[in-house]
């Protein structure tokens, strides 16, 4: 079977099991463990991913068009060698830590609840992103575009304003001394 479409999937360990298609449209994978596994080439079309695990799996070439993940633990994820075009998620309550989106065009992205340290963001566009109540300690951003995006209710960030493009951005009188962490100031 090459393609799998409107199907459920729970609680199947794919780190062990062989995915049983190369193209998944609409599909539901709930609690599964995609820990280490190669889904280089792999479509995933209007998806969602709740609870599952998908920590180190290799992404070259991988299709994520509008997926969607829930609860999930996805450390180390190299989403920038996913295939660009038509690239889109939505991320919600997901643990993101040391992944990277490296030059990756993601514009209006929305991260909720996420806890994204260590993220790579460099060269990214972001713009009208929302970043709604995220940790973003230590997050690397370097010649990423944030024009219009929302960081108001996140924490943990150090941006150079200098070195980014932050025109129309939203942050809160509690995170913008995240902007001036360059210039080692004590704010009160």
Request: hydrophobic share 35%.
């Amino acid at each position: 079977m090459n393609l799998c479409l409107d199907e459920s999937f729970k609680a199947v360990d794919f780190s062990t099991e062989k995915l049983p298609a190369r193209e998944f449209e609409n599909c539901n994978f709930i609690n599964c463990n995609f820990a280490g596994t190669n889904l280089q080439g792999f479509n995933f079309a209007e998806c969602s991913f709740e609870g599952c695990d998908l920590s180190n799996a290799l992404t070259s070439g991988t299709i994520f068009r509008e997926a969607e993940f829930t609860d999930c633990k996805m450390l180390g994820l190299r989403l920038d060698l996913c295939d660009p075009f038509l690239l889109s998620f939505r991320f919600s309550k997901c643990q993101l830590n040391f992944s990277s989106f490296y030059r990756l065009k993601l514009k209006g992205t929305r991260f909720s609840g996420c806890n994204l340290q260590q993220l790579d963001l460099s060269e990214a566009d972001l713009k009208n992103a929302i970043f709604d109540t995220c940790d973003l300690s230590g997050a690397i951003f370097s010649n990423t575009n944030l024009e219009a995006a929302d960081l108001s209710t996140s924490h943990g960030f150090s941006i150079d304003p200098e070195k980014n493009r932050i025109q129309k951005a939203v942050f809160s009188s509690t995170n913008v001394s995240g902007l001036l962490d360059k210039y080692h100031i004590d704010i009160k």
